[in-house]
């Protein structure tokens, strides 16, 4: 794991926030400060590869630019790039690079943990097993998502006040030169439009 920023002290609970950022939204922002009612901080992390989907427009390291913009202000959050691009992968960067080592959640929204739940990871039971190394905080998104009952100990609901945003409706704005500076930071609009072509 690199860090780009670090956040001061040693979390006893770390919130993680793993995405794409394709772009930055005001949704992802959002959501790291609820989920900072739940944690101590909140660590961005933008992973060298995907397991499912490539980097496609603006590189790893502008990407990178966009969030130190984003995050200039924020005391409480990180941000890094890890190896692995699994949930689980990141779990394990993060234990080994915070000591001592805090509690984990990922923070997503309702598509992303069902993505997680039904990704097949090549054996059965394989995600009972990495829900015991990290925990979910799931915030809504065109519904509630509502977990096996297995597994409501390890995954919560998570309220966040803001509506979601989603990054492909801002590339599609831009690309259509439709009003888009309202759905994302206002710290990024002048990174967004440099790096998203003339459109954006």
């Given amino acids: 794991m690199e860090?780009?920023?670090?956040?001061e002290g040693a979390p006893r609970?770390?919130?993680?926030?793993?995405?794409?950022?394709?772009?930055?939204?005001?949704?992802?922002?959002?959501?790291?400060?609820?989920g900072l009612g739940v944690v101590e901080e909140v660590l961005f992390v933008l992973p060298r590869a995907f397991p499912h989907k490539s980097y496609e427009g603006p590189?790893?390291?502008?990407?990178?630019?966009i969030l130190e913009a984003v995050l200039r202000d924020e005391p409480r959050c990180s941000l890094a790039v890890t190896e692995g691009g699994l949930f689980i992968d990141i779990a394990r960067e993060c234990r080994a690079a915070?000591?001592?080592?805090p509690?984990?959640?990922?923070?997503?929204?309702?598509?992303?943990?069902?993505?997680?739940l039904h990704w097949d990871y090549g054996r059965a039971?394989?995600?009972?097993?990495?829900?015991?190394?990290?925990?979910?905080?799931v915030a809504r998104r065109e519904g509630e998502f509502q977990p096996p009952p297995e597994l409501r100990d390890r995954?919560?609901?998570?309220?966040?006040?803001?509506?979601?945003?989603?990054?492909?409706?801002?590339?599609?704005?831009?690309?259509a030169g439709q009003p888009w500076e309202h759905l994302v930071?206002?710290?990024s609009i002048p990174l967004v439009r440099q790096f998203y072509g003339p459109g954006g």
């Fill in 59 to 65: 590189s790893l390291a502008e990407r990178l630019t």
């Fill in 155 to 175: 995954i919560h609901p998570l309220p966040m006040e803001e509506d979601w945003v989603s990054a492909t409706d801002v590339r599609h704005r831009i690309r």
């Fill in 185 to 187: 930071p206002e710290a």
């Fill in 125 to 137: 039971g394989a995600i009972l097993e990495q829900l015991r190394e990290f925990q979910l905080l």
């Fill in 13 to 34: 609970k770390l919130g993680i926030l793993a995405g794409t950022f394709h772009p930055p939204t005001r949704a992802h922002v959002a959501l790291a400060h609820a």
């Fill in 3 to 7: 860090f780009t920023r670090r956040a």
């Fill in 98 to 101: 915070y000591t001592p080592a």
């Fill in 103 to 116: 509690e984990l959640y990922f923070l997503c929204g309702r598509d992303a943990a069902e993505r997680i």
